[in-house]
């Protein structure tokens, strides 16, 4: 689907570097399962002790394969509100969609016994925090879009999300303020992230809407590299900059919507990983990012959750923690360089 000629070696090299990763992390946990044992175990042989597949293939497998979704989709999120904004400091929160699905997992957690119910049981559920997280979402996605029929600057967009943003803000610190400690700490360890606990059935209702939100990214590859130049330049080219700006938005939404909905929101991954991406490749084509940011993506949040479990031990960092060591020190670089990225 992408012309990747040019830099077949590169992606050769990703692309094994992603199923060796895949592997080691499925490997790598408070119980260390041999490198040939996990092949096994995912191919569906017998393995020297029951226990390993079963943990393999209920446990470890469903995380690594949320660990692909996650770090692909924020990547390609990341591109695309860079381009969008032409911005090297834009990433895929920066429309306030997380936010809106913090929101909407804080009046779940901490507004129900606010209003006088009790909704503690559903509350702990994946679904019940899925669903509060994409209500969240899709409030805040609704009232971006509508604003982007009013508003014709795109950084005027920019600048009501983070608004947006702020304001989700502050009704979850007046929610908290009235929350219980053990409200607070379930919405706390949700805030850190998760890429464990998601069932099957789950993981398939999270690759559909990933898959939907990135079909809609391959109808605005050549628009997006049209857009580099400015909208001036992108008219001139015939370019649909509403449509484009419309696509690219439901699009970034629907990606960071369903992430943050089934993990929790994780940063750093979507602000550093197309910067990283674009150093490696030395090119601005989307033809060639896309599928690039998706793999290497893939490939760092792997890494980070293989931290993140901390090998032989009891014990787990939140996942947000790692991203945002790893992340943090690459964004300070790339300003202290002041590298040209456009």
């Not at 992390?25 to 393995?47: R, Y």
């Not at 809609?216 to 580099?228: A, M």
């Amino acid at each position: 689907m992408y012309p990747i000629n040019s830099y077949h070696k590169t992606f050769t090299i990703l692309t094994i570097s992603l199923v060796l990763i895949f592997i080691l992390n499925i490997s790598l946990g408070s119980v260390f399962i041999p490198f040939k044992q996990t092949l096994l175990a995912l191919l569906n042989e017998n393995t020297k002790n029951d226990a390993w597949k079963t943990i393999i293939l209920n446990y470890r497998l469903p995380k690594a394969i949320t660990a692909i979704l996650v770090g692909s989709g924020l990547s390609i999120s990341g591109l695309l509100m860079q381009t969008l904004f032409r911005n090297p400091l834009a990433g895929p929160f920066v429309l306030g969609i997380s936010s809106g699905a913090s929101l909407g997992v804080a009046i779940l957690i901490l507004g129900a016994s606010f209003i006088g119910v009790n909704i503690t049981a559903f509350a702990y559920t994946n679904w019940g925090l899925a669903i509060a997280a994409s209500l969240g979402a899709f409030l805040v996605l609704s009232a971006v879009l509508l604003a982007a029929i009013k508003v014709r600057n795109t950084m005027s967009i920019l600048i009501i999300g983070l608004m947006f943003g702020s304001l989700t803000a502050a009704v979850i610190s007046v929610l908290a303020y009235f929350s219980s400690a053990n409200q607070l700490q379930q919405y706390l360890f949700w805030s850190f992230g998760s890429l464990g606990n998601l069932t099957w059935h789950e993981i398939s209702t999270f690759f559909v809407i990933f898959l939907i939100g990135l079909l809609l990214v391959t109808f605005i590859i050549k628009p997006l590299n049209s857009l580099l130049l400015g909208e001036n330049y992108a008219k001139s080219m015939g370019v649909n900059i509403k449509l484009t700006r419309n696509i690219t938005l439901i699009s970034t939404s629907l990606l960071t919507g369903v992430i943050t909905a089934f993990s929790g929101p994780i940063a750093f991954i979507g602000l550093a990983v197309p910067h990283l991406t674009k150093l490696l490749f030395k090119t601005s084509n989307h033809k060639t990012l896309i599928p690039a940011v998706a793999i290497s993506g893939a490939i760092i949040m792997l890494i980070c959750d293989s931290i993140a479990q901390l090998p032989n031990s009891e014990y787990t960092l939140p996942i947000n923690a790692i991203t945002s060591l790893f992340g943090a020190p690459i964004i300070i670089w790339l300003l202290i360089r002041k590298r040209k990225i456009y």
